[in-house]
């Protein structure tokens, strides 16, 4: 061990030994010349959150418990931490998705869970209940509203996809990350003949392809695919996180169209316009260029929800690139449409030497009728009257 190291460590327990008998100034000020020294041992940024707590300093606890989980963002002790501050600041949606997060640590890794942890992680659990319970409760009372009018007939798919959205009953493959409609055939690659836009679209893939290939030189406005916070756990998106080996052009964004990138290409926007992509507030229509480099591999992964579909118009494929949905392997054909669900598991690779680009965008799964499309969007709605716009739920 070096001397840094050696002397990081000293004072750090001398920091420790003044945390014990509450003098929090004098243990603030040991663990912060420890991480000065040596900022990557995560307890040391814990115990600096604790003193910082015990002298009222709500933001400076804030930034420690960030500090923690970018060093190790699955410890359990962090993310607890984490929740408990969020929870004692009034910000219950930001905590309940941090406390979700540690109780799937702790599923997950039931060894990391020590007698000291359990009344915090009790806690979790009590808070994650009543928040579901608060959250069920005002989307039952909101839909009911917006069902009004409305055959009951032609929601019945729709009332078991909320039961299976808030837990109230179990879902099977597919498997989004966001909302599970109920009742809809998981199907891999969807027939040609289910949208009638297609071929409109293909017609014009010149053009898009022009709009494309003209946006590459544009890159201010192109960014990775991928911007994840860094105290997140990223699992399989570690590695393209931030990384511009998988990029995107984004022409709509969040359901609105994202400047300057539209207005410079108009043609691909007035071809989108013949689609019938879904509206969700803040969330859909999207469409975007996305660029794949090089030897690049986008691994297996779902997406949000099953009521709404992924195409993709390829408008550069070189060889060696392809689209694997569930068992269905499927190489890019230029100017071709692909239309699949994306909530069954998915990877994507470019194993060329080239760039790939492919237009990509969502459309509404074509077995919803307009009843239950009209709920889905009244669903989004609800759920950011929850929230809040800036929380905004996976659907």
């Known amino acids: 061990m070096s001397e840094s190291s050696n002397e990081a460590q000293g004072r750090a327990l001398d920091g420790v030994q003044w945390l014990r008998q509450r003098q929090f100034a004098a243990a603030a000020e040991c663990f912060r010349e420890s991480l000065q020294l040596d900022p990557s041992v995560t307890p040391v940024w814990l115990h600096l959150a604790m003193a910082e707590r015990g002298l009222g ?10 500090k923690a989980l970018e060093t190790h963002p699955f410890d359990l002790m962090a993310l607890l931490l984490k929740g408990n501050w969020l929870e004692r600041g009034g910000q219950p949606h930001a905590a309940v998705k941090v406390y979700r997060g540690a109780l799937t640590v702790a599923e997950q890794s039931p060894a990391a869970v020590s007698p000291d942890l359990q009344p915090l992680l009790d806690r979790a659990r009590r808070f994650a ?3 579901q319970a608060d959250y069920s409760a005002f989307l039952d009372q909101q839909m009911a509203a917006a069902a009004e009018g409305l055959a009951p007939e032609e929601l019945a798919r729709f009332w ?3 039961d299976i959205h808030l837990g109230r009953r179990q879902r099977f493959d597919p498997q989004p990350m966001g909302l599970f409609y109920a009742r809809l055939a998981p199907t891999e690659f969807f027939e040609r003949s289910r949208f009638p836009w297609i071929e409109g679209l293909e017609a014009q893939t010149a053009d898009i392809r022009a709009e494309c290939l003209a946006a590459l030189g544009d890159e201010a406005h192109i960014t990775p695919y991928l911007d994840y916070d ?17 990029s995107a052009y984004h022409l709509l964004k969040d359901g609105l169209p994202l400047q300057p990138n539209a207005s410079r290409c108009p043609r691909t926007l007035a071809a989108l316009a013949a689609v019938d992509q879904p509206v969700q507030q803040g969330r ?3 469409a975007m260029y996305s660029l794949l480099k ?11 929800s099953n009521a709404r579909l992924v195409a993709h118009l390829p408008l550069v494929v070189p060889r060696d690139c ?14 071709e449409v692909c239309v699949f669900d994306d909530t069954i598991e998915h990877e994507a690779w470019n194993r060329s030497d080239e760039l790939r680009a492919v237009l990509i965008f969502d459309v509404w799964h074509p077995d919803l009728n307009e009843a ?8 989004a709605r609800a759920t950011d009257a929850f929230t809040g716009a800036a929380a905004a739920m996976p659907l």
Request: net charge positive.
């Open 57 to 66: 300093r709500r933001d400076e606890e804030g930034l420690a418990l960030t």
């Open 129 to 131: 209940a009543t928040y």
């Open 160 to 162: 078991q996809t909320l």
């Open 230 to 246: 860094p105290d997140q756990p990223l699992q399989q998106w570690a590695e393209l996180n931030r990384n511009p080996r998988w």
């Open 284 to 286: 859909t229509p999207v």
């Open 294 to 304: 090089p030897r690049t591999h986008i691994p297996p992964h779902v997406g949000i």
């Open 322 to 335: 392809a689209l694997r949905v569930g068992s269905t392997t499927h190489a890019w054909r230029p100017g």
């Open 372 to 379: 239950e499309r009209r709920m889905i969007s009244a669903l």
